[in-house]
């Protein structure tokens, strides 16, 4: 058998997330049913470095699969975009040893996140930034509430009740804001997420940019430990998986 990584791009729009659910349109049913299509084996399946909510986009999602096939990599590339729906794209492949592993092989990942400054917010754009409308954050407020996620902390706060992983501890290596053309930028880099924790922290600091709350309260909310204790949760439309890394 031969494993094969290939990184995904996908318009999460019209996805119910990207994890098998039955009955679901989901990002990894319609890889896998490529897959068993191309293989003519109902066995085949693929693995992804994770899983992203309904309505979030990906350039850099990750995933691998096991295959008897030997096909040059620009064949797999070939294959596999015209079994799949064409808000799924297969954007490079490679062959990998069998101790490589999508999710656990990751060392870590970077997400964006898009708001839309446009004073009226454009059909074509509704589903990929979410739109400011009056609100106008102050972005160097912003940067410094972002100060404080950086480093290793317990991210308790900032991540869904029902995220089931034994440590929320993750370390943020970077985190930045900046303003481009009509949008502000929000990109974040680490060595993993909890659920729904990306969007948190761009609910908090979307906060703290419009005054609901201080940038050095982000301190506090991160010791408390406590979800209550943070914002709403950001819009999953504006949210972007950009990479995955992983140690050579």
């Known amino acids: 058998m031969n494993r094969v990584k290939a990184t995904v791009a996908y318009d999460g729009t019209n996805f119910a997330g990207y994890q098998f659910q039955p009955k679901m349109r989901t990002v990894q049913s319609e890889i896998d049913k490529a897959l068993r ?47 799949l729906p064409k808000d799924i794209r297969i954007v490079g492949t490679e062959y990998v040893d069998d101790e490589f592993h999508a999710r ?10 898009k708001w839309s400054y446009s004073e009226v917010q454009s059909p074509f754009d509704r589903n990929y930034s ?14 410094e509430a972002a100060h ?13 009740s029902k995220t089931a992983t034994s440590t929320k501890v993750r370390t943020v290596r970077e985190l930045t804001l900046t303003k481009r053309d ?10 993993g997420f909890l659920y729904n ?5 761009a609910g908090m600091l979307f906060a703290v940019g419009i005054g609901w709350n201080d940038p050095e309260d982000m301190k506090k909310i991160i010791e408390a430990k406590d979800r209550k204790k943070a914002g709403k949760t950001a819009p999953a439309h504006g949210l972007y998986l950009m990479s995955v890394t992983y140690d050579d």
């Not at 656990?104 to 996140?113: I, L, R, V």
């Open 37 to 83: 299509k191309l293989h003519k084996d109902p066995a085949i399946y693929s693995v992804a470095s994770g899983r992203t909510d309904a309505g979030v986009h990906a350039w850099g999602q990750v995933i691998h699969f096991d295959t008897p096939l030997e096909l040059e990599l620009d064949r797999w590339q070939m294959a596999l975009n015209v079994l």
């Open 104 to 113: 656990y092989s990751a060392t870590g990942k970077t997400y964006m996140f």
């Open 130 to 143: 979410v739109h400011l409308g009056k609100w106008r954050p102050d972005i160097e407020r912003m940067r």
């Open 148 to 160: 404080y996620f950086i480093g290793t902390h317990d991210f308790t706060s900032f991540c869904s």
């Open 182 to 191: 009509e949008e502000l930028i929000m990109m974040i880099e680490g060595n």
């Open 197 to 201: 924790m990306v969007r948190t922290i």
